[in-house]
């Protein structure tokens, strides 16, 4: 898979190039480049932003320069790309999400900063191309670019050969629709605090059953939203029993 990051601060992207995400650019498994959407402009001041039409807070960032970077970026590659745009008011990114960018040979991102991307970056782009306004979560952020790092890495570790057990992935939270249960390791007891003896009785299906409860109570007390979503015949009858 190849990614492109277009942003005014390509030093935020650093991260990509550490550890697990590290190791998948060195392996070949992600090619990631980063791109200062400063390089495509042309004025002494390399203004990327203005005053928004009918007034309010901030600025806008101006559409040209975007279309020539995109333009270029989205040249530099035969691959099809998907635009992914992050802003405040986009489609919640959710682990499907990621799944779905998975499977994708090329991720374009398109980081905004200021109060966002003039529309029409968008609206041209999704004449020719998917492009995806997405939002990973009700808060307010100053850019795209810790977005970008959040999406980036949801989708990374869901390559083949990135993650080192697979097994990770495949049951990831929400990979069954449930958040996962609490999980322990040595010592025993620690601070007082021993781990569950069921863990340690080698009773592999009552600790599936012990470890299946353990998520459903804490789906229901945390994500109750998830427990509503799951489809009629997701809970057997040991699940309403508990
Ligand atoms: N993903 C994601 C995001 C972002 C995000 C993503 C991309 C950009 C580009 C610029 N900003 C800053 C910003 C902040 C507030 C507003 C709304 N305006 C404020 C006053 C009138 C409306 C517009 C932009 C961004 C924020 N924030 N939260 C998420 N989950």
Redesign the pocket.
Known sequence: MRIDVVTIFPGYLAPLREALLGRAVGTGLLDIAVHDLRDWTHDVHQAVDDAPYGG??GMVMRPHVWGEALDDVLAADPRPARLVV???A?RPFTQAAAHAYAAQERLVFAC?????IDQRVVDHYAASMPVDE????D??????EV?VLVVVEAVARLLPGVLGNPRSAAEDSFSDGLLEGPAYTRPEVWRGHAVPEVLRSGNHGAIARWRRDRALERTAERRPDLIAALPPDALDEADRAL
């Open positions: 309010g807070p992050p802003t405040p986009g905004g900063r200021y109060e966002g997405i939002s990973i979560g808060y307010v952020l100053v850019g795209g977005a």
